[in-house]
Every structure is written in C-alpha cells, then in structure tokens.
T-cell receptor, first 114, second 114 residues
Framework: GAGVSQTPSNKVTEKGKYVELRCDPI?????LYWYRQSLGQGPEFLIY????????DSGLPNDRFFAVRPEGSVSTLKIQRTERGDSAVYLC????????????FGPGTRLLVL | GQQLNQSPQSMFIQEGEDVSMNCTSS?????WLWYKQEPGEGPVLLIA?????ELTSNGRLTAQFGITRKDSFLNISASIPSDVGIYFC??????????????FGKGTLLTVNP
C-alpha cells in the first residue's frame, strides 16, 4: 500500500522567500506529525495534528513557521521569510492515532536556503 | 530541544560481526523505539519496546528496555552489508498530555565492510 509521501523531494530557495512543503499521509491515519532533521542530528518534533486541528505546535521554532491540515488528510508546512538556518530535511509522519501507535515517516523534503 | 544520548556516534565493522549501540536519557520514557534511516529516506521502525525490562527480537536485531526506563540498547548479530545506515533511538514520554511526541537520539552511523 501507499506510504507517506512528501513533495517536493528537494527545494532550493533564496533567503527571504516563502516556501510550502506538502505531506500526504497514509489513508485513514488521523494523526500527522512534522519533524525537522538537521545535518548529523535526529529528527526534532515540530507540530502534531489530530484530524484537522493542530493539537500541539510547541516545536515550531518561531512565527515564520505555520502548518495546516484543512480536511484532515494532506498537510502543508509553510515557512515565511526563509533564513539560511532553516535548511534541513523536513519529515512528515502519520499514525492511526496518537497513542502507542507506530509513526510512519515519509522520505522528507530537503530544503536548502541560499 | 531535548535529545537522547546515543552512542557510539559511528561504527565501522566487518561483515559477520555483531554490533551493539545504546541510548540513555535523564528522563523516564514510556516507550523506547529503534529506527533505521537510509540515505534519502525517512526513518523506518525496527523495534518497539513498551515495558521496563522487555527484551524483543526482530530477526537478527535484539533490543531491550532498561529497568530504570532511562535507557535502551540495540544489538545486531552477524551483520551484513545491507545493515548500513543510521540507527536512531527514540523515546516516548510518560506524561499523558504529550505521549505522542518522540524524542530522538543523534544516531549511530553503521558502516559494514564486506
């Protein structure tokens, strides 16, 4: 069956530009997560959605980062006024529910801010 | 953000050798997870541990949930070239409000020489 998909797989942008990263979770998974993975580090939690609502956005680094999931399926992570420090792999994961359920990760979007 | 202490950072071994890596934390975790990540891919779950003292195997992989709930180890027996990748430990907290949030170690890079 189809796993978590993310587009684009790579994104190069210039400092100050706006970017959108898309995540398509596994069908039927109600929980969706975004993580950020910097070079040489493990993934770090950004935000968690249960259905359409952001249940926990405590990991978003600042107000330039925003994510939506309007219909409870596809999610978009939006970054305004990108900075070089935003360069990282942005991983999306989904699970059947939030508690004790396996989180399945997508391949990630590699963002490079020049 | 908080990360687990994972060691070693990297290992270079000969095919057929056994491998051991571990993770420690200052916090108690309710669940310990071990993931493998290959280049250009997201992390894939290998083993999940849910009870202190639990020892679980998955083929050539064996992992244990420490009695103190603050540590875990992963062993790989008779390594093969396709074991190459980065292995991450991850913990899920005990607090009911955020037990969906995974905290990852920095990873162990495993290289297997055929």
């Amino acid at each position: 069956g189809a796993g978590v998909s993310q587009t684009p797989s790579n994104k190069v942008t210039e400092k100050g530009k706006y970017v959108e990263l898309r995540c398509d979770p596994i069908s039927g998974h109600t929980a969706l997560y975004w993580y950020r993975q910097s070079l040489g580090q493990g993934p770090e939690f950004l935000i968690y959605f249960q259905g359409t609502g952001a249940a926990d956005d405590s990991g978003l680094p600042n107000d330039r980062f925003f994510a939506v999931r309007p219909e409870g399926s596809v999610s978009t992570l939006k970054i305004q006024r990108t900075e070089r420090g935003d360069s990282a792999v942005y991983l999306c994961a989904s699970s059947l529910g939030p508690v004790q359920e396996t989180q399945y990760f997508g391949p990630g979007t590699r963002l490079l801010v020049l | 953000g908080q990360q687990l202490n994972q060691s070693p950072q990297s290992m270079f071994i000969q095919e057929g050798e056994d491998v051991s890596m571990n993770c420690t934390s200052s916090s108690i975790f309710n669940t310990w997870l071990w993931y493998k990540q290959e280049p250009g891919e997201g992390p894939v779950l290998l083993i999940a541990l849910y009870k202190a003292g639990e020892l679980t195997s998955n083929g050539r992989l064996t992992a244990q949930f420490g009695i103190t709930r603050k540590d875990s180890f992963l062993n790989i027996s008779a390594s093969i070239p396709s074991d190459v990748g980065i292995y991450f430990c991850a913990g899920r907290p005990n607090s009911g409000g955020s037990n969906y949030k995974l905290t990852f170690g920095k990873g162990t890079l495993l290289t297997v020489n055929p």
